[in-house]
């Protein structure tokens, strides 16, 4: 009788972009919670665009854009969020806020962009980014 052969395969399975996308928006969700932000809804998303966190502080709603960079060989995380990003972002805030019953004249609201960067995960905040003439 032939000895039997057992053959193991192991598939590992690593992460796509978007669950990789998930744990950073996560990370960022965490660390503006340990500055009193409370969290509203992660990953809106509409024809106009995507939001990856709202969330309030106070009485002011925060539109949050989460982006990672490991390295910055082609700009920094922070940079990644151009003009034609911002733009989609607002349109898609201001489709959430009237969906949800917030009127845009009379709700404070801002847009802020969480950049984290590097192996490290070096987190900044920068808060208010879209400003207008």
Sequence with gaps: MLPTILILLVVIRLP?????GQAYEQMAEQYLCRHHLIPITRNFSCRSGEIDLIMQQGKCLVFIEVKYRTQSHYGSAVE???????????RAAFFWMHKNGYSIEHCQFRFDVIAIQGHHHHIEWFTNILVEG
């Design 80 to 90: 990644a969020v151009n003009w034609q990003k911002q733009q989609k972002l607002k």
């Design 16 to 20: 796509n972009k978007r669950q990789i």
